[in-house]
């Protein structure tokens, strides 16, 4: 027997469901690339991908996913031979500083795990090191982290790690990954010294996968003039050129243009505060759910710091022997919920539940319920009344 029916529920960290407004608004025909009200189109998404990254820096719109956005980023910068700094807090910016490798960057790993956040003091002690050792020229050209893994559930501290750089004194540019944390939860890229920044459309910013975004500020596209790593189809000279079709090196991505253009809007309309309000309530309601499952001693969270845990993304360890996968084929083929799945070295060991994007209380509590219906069919240990605790959560918090 099932209980599934209707449309299902897309619980992953991305790509997330996508609202129906932002679906109507492709339903159109294409328009012209050269003139007419694409061009305004263009701009107009220009201004406010730098405003969600909250930068007085230039946004540049790729046809690409998220790792096409970490190749812009890095060839628009470095050089071959070139070292860079990987803050490691779980998998995503490992991978970034692989692609970096593959393009003849030196690439040194400041070791975390997937457990902790980045320790900017940690940062602060290594770029003290690198002008020490190199007699005040540092040899690190640019630090790169993940404001939050997907993989981990971790949440960076971005303002802490762009004091640390400046407490050591050292000029090496920070690129922060923000594909699971844009329109999430506050970037502020030019308070916090952040030169480059890098995003998707397929996560908080409620569009299709397809889309991605870079910022950079006046120091990055100084240090662009020298870059030997640039490429044609990533080059922001090329972009900033005044032919609309430069913009996109091609042909624009008009429909997703459209539709991202829609999101925005809506998330300008219910105020990025709120949004991130939503965002906080969500997770903690979500949080309070997992902590009362963890009473059973099987089920418990990755991150081992309150703290540290992202508004975005929950990753749950499944253990004492019980499968993850199992539990992900109930919620899916019994109640029509996907959650996601343990990546990387968490593989078949957790369950990841996301609460990003175009979210609300009937869909987490809806997603929380199915997880501990899955919990108690498939008899792995919990703690009873998770979803009563959200609940009761956000009753307290969601006033009358
Ligand atoms: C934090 C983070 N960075 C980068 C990526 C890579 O993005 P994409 O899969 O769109 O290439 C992802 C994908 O989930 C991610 O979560």
Redesign the pocket.
Known sequence: MSVRAGREFLAI??PTTLPDEVLRAMHRPAVDIYSGPLLALTDGLLRDVARVFNTKGRAYIYIS????A?EAALTNVLSRGDKILVLESGR?AI??GDNARRMGVEVEVLKGDMRRAVRPAEVEARLKADLRDNKSAGTIKAVLV?Q???ASGVVNDIEAIGKAMRAAGHDALLMV?A??SLGCMSFEMDRWGVDIAMS?S?KGMMSP?GL?FVVANDRAREVHKKADLRTPYWDWTDREGDQHYQKYAGTPPEHLLFGLRQAIDMLFEEGLENVFRRHDLLAEATRRAVGVWAEGQAVGFNVIEPAERSNTVTTVLIGGGHDPVALRAYCDKKCGVIVGQGIGELSGKAIRIAHMGHVNAPMMLGTLGVVEMGLGALGIPHGKGGAQAAIEFLSEQVTA
Request: glycine share 24%.
């Open positions: 960290p991305g996913n998220g790792h096409g970490w995503f991978g970034w993940a939050i893994d997907t990954d594909v699971a998707g397929q996968p991605s």
